[in-house]
Structure formats: C-alpha cells, structure tokens
Nanobody, 113 residues
Framework: QVQLVESGGGLVQPGGSLRLSCAAS????????VGWYRQAPGEERELVAI???????NYADSVKGRFTIFRDNAKNKVYLQMNSLKSEDTAVYYC???????WGQGTLVTVSS
C-alpha cells in the first residue's frame, strides 16, 4: 500500500525558513501531480502549491515569491521550500498525490516569535 509521509515541520520565527519533504513509499510521484495543502485551526484546507508531472507549478497568491515546490522523482520526494515565513503561514501542511487521491498525515508548521 502506497503511503505519503511528510516531514520538516516545526517552530520557526517570522522571517525564517523551513523545507518540507513528502516521501512516497512507492514510485508514484512520476505519474502524479503533487500538491501541498495546509489547514489552519478553524479554517478549511487550502491549496498552497502544486507541481505537475511535467514540472509546471502553481501557487496560492498568498505564498507566491516566498514558497517553492519542486520534485525529485528518482528519490520519490516532493519538497516545499518556505521562505520569509509569516504567522499566518501557521498550519498543518499536507502532501497530496492528486491522481491517486492520496493524502499524507500532515506536518505542523508554527511561525511565532
């Protein structure tokens, strides 16, 4: 059974950086669009960034210029580089393999001084 496992979350000060990783237990990323979503307390889950199988990317307006999504199909990993973090970026971040409809368990990012 294929699973997605996120890592890299934690506590960071405003203006800081984190890199999230999403690892797949099988070689699925090469045939899936992969997205990073986030859900803050009391809010709906929202798309942060997505990367297609061809490598094209799209970002939520709120993270454009600060976040970068990229993939390494050979390592079965997709990453989210987050720079210039703000308190409003605090959320649980989830990885999603769209073609399989598969979610990871999430990793918590807290931006606070």
């Amino acid at each position: 059974q294929v699973q997605l496992v996120e890592s890299g979350g934690g506590l960071v000060q405003p203006g800081g950086s984190l890199r999230l990783s999403c690892a797949a237990s099988g070689t699925i990323f090469a045939i899936n669009d992969v997205g990073w979503y986030r859900q803050a307390p009391g809010e709906e889950r929202e798309l942060v960034a997505i990367i297609s199988t061809s490598g094209s990317t799209n970002y939520a307006d709120s993270v454009k210029g600060r976040f970068t999504i990229f993939r390494d199909n050979a390592k079965n990993k997709v990453y989210l580089q987050m720079n210039s973090l703000k308190s409003e970026d605090t959320a649980v971040y989830y990885c999603y393999a769209r073609n399989f409809g598969l979610w990871g368990q999430g990793t918590l990012v807290t931006v606070s001084s």
